[in-house]
Nanobody, 115 residues
Framework: QVQLVESGGGLVQPGGSLRLSCAAS????????MGWYRQAPGKERELVAT???????SYADSVKGRFTISRDNAMKTAYLQMNSLKPEDTAIYYC?????????WGQGTQVTVSS
């Protein structure tokens, strides 16, 4: 079955960087659009960034210029490079894979930005 496993979260100081990874299995990775979402305590899950099967990217206004989404189809992995992190970026970050066949979620990885 489809499985998405996120990694790379952790505790980082404001202004720091983290790189999240989403490793996929059980799916033809290249035909799925990939996305990163996040959910902060007491808030709804929100879209952070997406990358299509053709590698077109889009970003939430709050992360533009700081975050970069990418994908490696050979490795079946999507990435989220996060720079200049702010305390308001603190959340659980989820990976999503979506196409006409369905939508799948990972279990999430915690990112905490604090001094």
């Amino acid at each position: 079955q489809v499985q998405l496993v996120e990694s790379g979260g952790g505790l980082v100081q404001p202004g720091g960087s983290l790189r999240l990874s989403c490793a996929a299995s059980g799916m033809r990775f290249s035909i799925f659009a990939m996305g990163w979402y996040r959910q902060a305590p007491g808030k709804e899950r929100e879209l952070v960034a997406t990358i299509t099967s053709g590698s077109t990217t889009s970003y939430a206004d709050s992360v533009k210029g700081r975050f970069t989404i990418s994908r490696d189809n050979a490795m079946k992995t999507a990435y989220l490079q996060m720079n200049s992190l702010k305390p308001e970026d603190t959340a659980i970050y989820y990976c999503n894979a979506k196409n006409a066949l369905g939508s799948f979620w990972g279990q999430g990885t915690q990112v905490t930005v604090s001094s």
